[in-house]
C-alpha cells in the first residue's frame, strides 16, 4: 500500500515573483529513492491549480482543484518536468504570486522517504535591486519543547567585489520569538537555550554585474541537555568472582554482542589461589588503656573484611584503627574484656591476564549478533588458581579523515556511504558551494556539488557504543 503527503504553500509564504520581468527556469533540490517520487503544481495568483501539458506546450487546470495529496501524485508534473521548464512555459509565472503544491508518495517496497529541500525561481526583475534579505524557516532544535543549549553556529558565505553578506538570527526560548540579531549574539559561555531558531541573511552587491554575495550555508551545533551527545570511550564488564574446588589453568570464554563497525571486543582472566579467612583470633585481654596489638598472620592482608570483637560484641570501625601493610591493630578495651578479631589473609588483587581470540562465528538465531569467541591456556610461568574472574572490554575506536575524495559533482543530489560514523558537527564538505545533509542513523551523506567539480570530505568519527548480550565461560583444570 503506497503512502502519501502533501506540502503547499500558503498566502504567507507563496513565491513572490511580482517584481520579475522574466523567469527563466526552476531549480529543484529533492531526494527521490527507489519507489518513490514528487510531483507539483503550481497556482499564479488567485487563479487554478494547474500543471504544465508537456504534450501541447501550455498549462492546464488539474482535474481536482481541491488539492489532496493523492491528486497531487496523481495529475501533477514530475520534477524532471518542472526543472526542463523553458523561460517561454515560466512566463506565466512573471510578475505573479505563485503558490505551489507537493504531493510525495512512498510505495509498499520503499525503505526511505523522499524529501524536499528547495525550489528556486530565476528570472530577471524590472528594477535595479542591490540588497535582498532571505529569510529560512524555523529549525526546531528540540521535540520536548524543554530549550537545549546552542554550541555554535557555523556560517559559509561568498562576498566578492563589495557584496556583502549579513546574517541575522533570532530564537524562540519556548514561549516567544525575539528580535533579529547578529548570529554572533547567540553564541555565548555560558551556552543560550532555545527551542527553534531561525536566520535572515541580508544579501547587499552594489556593483552591478561584478559584486557576489551569496549565503552557502548555515548550520547549528547544539544537544538537549548537559551531556556531551555524542559518547565515546571503553566500556568494561566484569563477571562476579568464583571458588573453584580444583586449580583452574584453561578457559574458554564466548561474548554475545552486536555487529558494530570500528570497535573492538578484548578479554581477559584472572586466576589466583584463595585467600585464608581467619575467624575469632585472640588478641588480648582490655586494660582500660590504649593497645597495639599485631596479627599473627600478616601476608597478604585483606583491607575490607576485618571485625573487631569486644567480649563477642562487633565493634564500631571509628572505634579502632588497622593497618593492613603490618597487621598492627590499635584498640582501647575495658579492663578484663576478651578482645578478637575476624580478618582475610593470603589475599591478592585481581591479575588481568590477556585471553587469547580465537574466532567470531554468527548467532544461528539473530543475525544482527556474532559470538566472539576467547582462549586461555596457561603455560609455566602463567597464572593458575581456585579463584577466578573474567573481564570483558568493549572499545569504540576513534580517528578522522581529510579532504577525502568521494566523487564528481553533477550538479543535482549524490549519496555517498561513509565508512566510519562521523561526527556531524565536524563535517566539512568542498567544494564550498556544495550543500550537503548527514543522515545520523545510516552515515549516508547526500551532496549537492556543481557538475564536474571534485567532492571532498574531512571529519572527525567514533564508533557507535556497542553491549554485551551476554557472557558464558567455561573452567577447566
Known sequence: MSRTALIQTTTANAKDLSNFSTVSSIAIVASEPTNTKLTYVFRADDGNWQKYDTSSSTWKDVATQSLTAESVVSEGNTTADVTALTSTALAAFAGKMVNIAVGMEMDADATEAPSLTSITFAGETGATVTTKSVDSDAINLTDSGKPCEILAIDVSKTEESGGTVQVLASINDGSSWGEYADYSTYITSPATKATAIKFRAVLTAPNIGTSVAKINSVSVNHR???????????????????????????????????????????????????????????????????????????????????????????????????SPADGQVTFTADSGVAVTADYIAGWSAETWTPMTHDTVYPDKNDTTLVDDQFDYIAGTNDPTGTVGAIRVD???????????????????????????????????????????????????ITITAPADEEISISYKWAARSNYLESLTCIFNE
Not at 235 to 243: A, F, L, M, P
Not at 270 to 281: A, Q
Not at 422 to 439: F, G, L, N
Open 394 to 444: 568493549l572499545k569504540q575506536n576513534t580517528g578522522s579523515e581529510k579532504d577525502v575524495v568521494l566523487g564528481t559533482g553533477i550538479g543535482s543530489e549524490q549519496a555517498f556511504k561513509l565508512p566510519h560514523h562521523a561526527k556531524q558537527e565536524s563535517i566539512t564538505v568542498k567544494p564550498d558551494k556544495a550543500t550537503w545533509k548527514y543522515k545520523d542513523k545510516t552515515d549516508v
Open 224 to 322: 538537549t541537555d548537559g551531556v556531551a551527545t555524542f559518547s565515546e570511550g571503553t566500556g568494561t564488564c566484569i563477571s562476579k568472582t568464583y571458588n573453584f574446588s580444583n586449580p583452574i589453568t584453561r578457559a574458554h570464554l564466548m561474548v554475545k554482542h552486536p555487529v558494530v563497525d570500528d570497535t573492538e571486543i578484548t578479554a581477559y582472566v584472572s586466576l589466583r589461589k584463595p585467600p585464608t579467612y581467619v575467624s575469632g583470633e585472640v588478641l588480648g585481654t582490655g586494660t582500660g588503656k590504649s593497645q597495639t596489638v599485631k596479627l599473627a598472620n600478616t601476608d597478604g592482608l585483606a583491607s575490607h573484611g576485618f571485625v573487631l570483637y569486644f567480649d563477642g560484641e562487633k565493634q564500631d570501625d571509628s572505634s579502632y584503627s588497622f
